[in-house]
């Protein structure tokens, strides 16, 4: 069977989604017509129509506000942001409407939103965000941030069917960078369930999204070089957060180290710890660290954002002293 | 500069309602003035727990344009603040208002949100937060779905004149007009945002101009006549419902009250308050009307009063004998699943290894 990319796998997810569901519809600005500025939604409005794969007028909190108004009446609709930097546009109607509207009004907003999401690609301080921290914080949300194409199909179709807003960050980095086998069928993927992306015994990295893959590289090269066995956990999805699978690791290994994307002030990570010595406070032999970028919005030049940025080199070395610790 | 009274001139009847129907429209104002004034009394007497929100002098725009909607086709409505008279005609009820404001368990938000802020898809009013102009976009949305669905169905959506001041109306108005939703909205221009003139709001000279920039009619009509109101209304539902998309309705009013019960209107030129009242009443206006042009007798309507103050009396009882919500249903319903979110670890005990006594044997061992 051929190998399937993960910008593949999440249009896989949109075109069976749509051929399951006629309540589910896409909406989104060049999505139709165009195919999206990341050809994503390619192919869908050509199969199935211009009501159903609707090109927006460029109004982010009019995609996200409509979808919320469709989703009360029983569609399922799929917004896109042209870059996920834009969600903040979105901000009010996310954080104000959409999410108080189950608790507030008993008001259901089965929608999805969806984009392109962070950086190592050049993109500069508006086309590389990684907002997922910003949205952590707001009650009636769901967040999921795959890490793999099999992962990205099975969470988006997991979004799709689920009963509240679930914000689907998709990393553009991993868009074509990489590929594998998919499951056959249906292929489904419970949000708030995290994956266990390689054993370890001495030391646990815990991410998600583009991160894992630099956390895979850097516990091959510590495995390598200095015979240190490390666990990668990919939480794939940030809110609900698996906090049993947090703790096991803990548990296991007694070491952590938090790597993320996202500058590291107010990140995902500083939840994860605090996570962490709630369940698990009596496990750890070492404080918990966090790689993260650094404190300031993400330059362009190369130079510039390779130096921000989380690097491989950065968590060889952050786990190195955690081991020494 | 002082909001003036703008009256119509001399209309001629009939307006397409029957006789029922324009009792109907001037009971439904009187009972929105009715359970205000009961409001007031509640508030002062400290039982209703938030702030008071009132419509008096608007009750005619509000009954009449909603009025123009046809519930038993599933119209949907969004209420601002200053239309309960609007939720009313869809069938909200006065002791769900009460029951609102006074915070009880089994109020329709179970005491999650303030006064008029509910809905009900069911009977067709979705409910606002306060956020203005938020519910242009969402109404734009409810109404896509109706057009997507081939239903024959009508979406009214208010704001006021602050509100067209918002990002989020001119996107979801917008958006409604490029898709040519079958949506109405209503500029509900009161003289008032807060303690802000409708000259400080806007450059244009009337909100109607505004649908120019849209592609859209943009109409403009007296909201202190109630059929004047319906009627223009119903000319932009009808046209909604013909697939010919969105009007802009501005409606002229004034908000003889403050922003809510506690703003004192310092900023309100002299006189012009009393010149409303005295001048241009929405009640004693259609009052005049029914009595002196459609030779209705003054005792039916006083009838209709009588019957108003005995449905607020009787909903103020059960209301005041409502229970409080229980605190824990606070926890309740954020998520479809998890239905329900855990107490906090100090009200509901630890879970951790402290309470469990769940250690790893080496814990405290280490002698340095």
Same mark, same amino acid.
């Given at each position: 069977?051929a190998?399937?990319t993960?910008?593949?796998?999440?249009r896989?997810a949109?075109f069976?989604e749509?051929e399951?569901?006629?309540?589910?519809l896409c909406?989104?600005?060049?999505?139709g017509?165009y195919g999206?500025a990341?050809k994503v939604?390619?192919g869908l409005?050509?199969?199935?129509?211009e009501s159903?794969?609707?090109?927006t007028?460029?109004?982010?909190?009019a995609?996200v506000g409509?979808?919320?108004?469709?989703?009360?009446?029983?569609?399922?609709?799929v917004c896109?942001m042209?870059?996920i930097?834009?969600?903040?546009?979105?901000?009010d109607? %996310?954080?104000n409407?959409?999410a108080t509207?189950?608790?507030r009004?008993? %008001?259901?907003?089965?929608?999805v939103?969806?984009?392109?999401s962070?950086?190592?690609?050049?993109?500069g301080p508006?086309?590389?965000q990684?907002?997922?921290?910003a949205?952590?914080?707001?009650?009636?949300l769901?967040i999921v941030?795959?890490?793999?194409?099999s992962?990205?199909?099975g969470?988006l179709?997991?979004a799709?069917?689920?009963?509240d807003?679930v914000?689907?960050?998709?990393?553009?980095?991993l868009?074509?960078r990489?590929?594998?086998e998919?499951?056959p069928g249906?292929?489904?993927?419970?949000?708030?369930k995290?994956?266990?992306?390689r054993e370890?015994r001495?030391l646990?990295?815990i991410?998600?999204a583009?991160?894992?893959?630099?956390?895979?590289?850097a516990?091959?090269?510590?495995?390598r070089e200095?015979?240190?066995s490390v666990?990668?956990l990919d939480l794939r999805?940030?809110?609900?957060?698996?906090?049993?699978a947090i703790?096991?690791?803990?548990?296991?290994?007694?070491?952590?180290?938090i790597v993320h994307?996202d500058?590291v002030t107010?990140?995902v990570?500083?939840e994860?710890s605090a996570?962490?010595?709630?369940?698990?406070f009596e496990?750890l032999d070492?404080?918990?660290?966090?790689?993260?970028a650094h404190?300031?919005?993400?330059p362009?030049?190369?130079?510039l954002e390779?130096?921000?940025?989380p690097?491989?080199a950065?968590?060889?070395k952050?786990?190195r002293w955690?081991?020494?610790? | 500069m002082a909001?003036?009274?703008a009256?119509?001139?001399?209309?001629?009847?009939?307006?397409?309602l029957?006789?029922d129907?324009?009792l109907?429209?001037?009971?439904?104002m009187?009972?929105t003035?009715s359970?205000?004034e009961?409001?007031v009394?509640?508030?002062?007497?400290?039982?209703v727990v938030?702030?008071?929100?009132?419509?008096l002098?608007?009750e005619?725009?509000?009954v009449?344009?909603a009025?123009?909607l046809?519930?038993s086709k599933?119209?949907?409505l969004?209420p601002?603040?200053?239309?309960l008279?609007?939720?009313l005609v869809?069938?909200?009820?006065?002791?769900?208002?009460?029951r609102q404001?006074m915070a009880?368990?089994d109020?329709?938000?179970?005491?999650?949100?303030?006064?008029?802020?509910?809905?009900?898809?069911v009977?067709g009013?979705i409910?606002?937060?306060?956020?203005?102009g938020?519910?242009?976009p969402?109404m734009?949305?409810?109404?896509?779905?109706?057009?997507?669905?081939g239903q024959?169905r009508?979406?009214?959506?208010?704001v006021?004149?602050?509100?067209?001041s918002?990002g989020a109306f001119h996107?979801?108005?917008n958006?409604a007009?490029?898709?040519?939703?079958?949506?109405v909205?209503i500029?509900?221009?009161n003289g008032?945002?807060?303690s802000t003139p409708?000259s400080k709001?806007?450059?244009?000279?009337?909100?109607?101009d505004?649908?120019l920039?849209?592609?859209?009619?943009?109409?403009?009509?007296?909201?202190n006549d109630?059929?004047a109101t319906?009627q223009?209304?119903?000319e932009?539902?009808?046209?909604?419902?013909?697939g010919?998309?969105?009007?802009?309705?501005?409606?002229t009013?004034?908000?003889?009250?403050?922003?809510a019960e506690?703003?004192?209107?310092?900023?309100?030129?002299?006189?012009e308050?009393?010149?409303w009242a005295?001048?241009?009443?929405?009640?004693?206006?259609y009052?005049?009307e029914?009595?002196t042009?459609?030779?209705?007798?003054?005792?039916?309507?006083?009838e209709?009063?009588?019957?108003v103050?005995?449905?607020v009396?009787?909903a103020?009882?059960?209301?005041?004998a409502?229970?409080?919500?229980?605190?824990?249903?606070a926890?309740r319903?954020?998520?479809a699943?998890?239905?329900?979110?855990?107490a906090?670890w100090?009200?509901?005990g630890?879970?951790s290894?402290v309470?469990?006594?769940?250690?790893p044997?080496?814990w405290?061992t280490?002698?340095?």
């Amino acid at each position: 069977m051929a190998e399937t990319t993960y910008l593949e796998a999440i249009r896989q997810a949109l075109f069976e989604e749509m051929e399951r569901d006629p309540d589910v519809l896409c909406l989104g600005e060049d999505i139709g017509v165009y195919g999206g500025a990341f050809k994503v939604t390619d192919g869908l409005q050509a199969r199935f129509g211009e009501s159903r794969v609707i090109d927006t007028p460029l109004s982010e909190a009019a995609i996200v506000g409509a979808a919320a108004g469709a989703a009360h009446m029983g569609m399922r609709p799929v917004c896109e942001m042209q870059f996920i930097d834009f969600i903040s546009c979105a901000y009010d109607m %996310l954080t104000n409407y959409v999410a108080t509207a189950r608790y507030r009004a008993f %008001l259901p907003c089965p929608m999805v939103v969806r984009g392109p999401s962070g950086g190592y690609v050049r993109g500069g301080p508006f086309h590389s965000q990684n907002p997922e921290a910003a949205f952590l914080h707001t009650p009636g949300l769901k967040i999921v941030y795959p890490a793999t194409a099999s992962d990205a199909k099975g969470l988006l179709k997991a979004a799709i069917r689920d009963e509240d807003c679930v914000l689907f960050f998709e990393h553009k980095y991993l868009y074509r960078r990489i590929k594998e086998e998919l499951p056959p069928g249906d292929h489904v993927v419970p949000i708030g369930k995290a994956r266990l992306a390689r054993e370890g015994r001495d030391l646990s990295i815990i991410t998600y999204a583009a991160t894992v893959w630099k956390a895979l590289e850097a516990a091959e090269q510590l495995e390598r070089e200095g015979n240190l066995s490390v666990e990668v956990l990919d939480l794939r999805s940030l809110l609900p957060m698996d906090d049993d699978a947090i703790a096991q690791t803990v548990r296991k290994t007694n070491r952590v180290l938090i790597v993320h994307e996202d500058t590291v002030t107010g990140g995902v990570a500083g939840e994860i710890s605090a996570r962490i010595n709630d369940l698990a406070f009596e496990w750890l032999d070492a404080p918990i660290k966090r790689v993260g970028a650094h404190d300031v919005p993400l330059p362009y030049a190369p130079q510039l954002e390779d130096f921000v940025l989380p690097q491989t080199a950065d968590i060889v070395k952050a786990a190195r002293w955690l081991a020494e610790y | 500069m002082a909001v003036t009274s703008a009256r119509t001139s001399d209309r001629t009847m009939p307006p397409g309602l029957t006789r029922d129907q324009l009792l109907e429209l001037y009971y439904y104002m009187r009972l929105t003035r009715s359970l205000e004034e009961r409001l007031v009394n509640l508030y002062r007497q400290t039982k209703v727990v938030g702030g008071l929100f009132r419509s008096l002098g608007q009750e005619a725009d509000a009954v009449g344009s909603a009025y123009a909607l046809e519930r038993s086709k599933g119209d949907i409505l969004s209420p601002l603040i200053r239309n309960l008279g609007s939720m009313l005609v869809q069938g909200a009820t006065p002791v769900e208002i009460l029951r609102q404001y006074m915070a009880k368990g089994d109020s329709p938000t179970r005491g999650r949100e303030l006064n008029i802020h509910f809905g009900d898809t069911v009977r067709g009013f979705i409910g606002q937060i306060s956020h203005l102009g938020d519910m242009v976009p969402v109404m734009a949305g409810v109404t896509l779905s109706f057009k997507l669905r081939g239903q024959d169905r009508v979406g009214l959506v208010y704001v006021g004149d602050g509100a067209t001041s918002t990002g989020a109306f001119h996107e979801g108005i917008n958006f409604a007009a490029v898709q040519r939703c079958p949506l109405v909205v209503i500029v509900e221009n009161n003289g008032y945002a807060y303690s802000t003139p409708t000259s400080k709001q806007t450059a244009c000279a009337s909100f109607k101009d505004k649908a120019l920039g849209y592609g859209i009619p943009g109409v403009r009509a007296d909201g202190n006549d109630v059929v004047a109101t319906y009627q223009v209304t119903k000319e932009a539902v009808d046209r909604a419902r013909a697939g010919e998309g969105v009007t802009l309705i501005e409606l002229t009013t004034y908000r003889r009250k403050g922003h809510a019960e506690h703003d004192n209107q310092s900023y309100v030129p002299p006189g012009e308050i009393d010149r409303w009242a005295r001048e241009n009443d929405p009640l004693d206006r259609y009052t005049r009307e029914l009595t002196t042009g459609q030779g209705i007798a003054s005792s039916e309507l006083e009838e209709l009063d009588g019957r108003v103050r005995g449905e607020v009396d009787r909903a103020t009882d059960e209301a005041e004998a409502s229970p409080a919500p229980e605190p824990r249903d606070a926890l309740r319903g954020v998520y479809a699943d998890p239905a329900e979110v855990p107490a906090l670890w100090y009200r509901e005990g630890i879970r951790s290894a402290v309470e469990t006594h769940e250690r790893p044997s080496s814990w405290g061992t280490h002698d340095g």
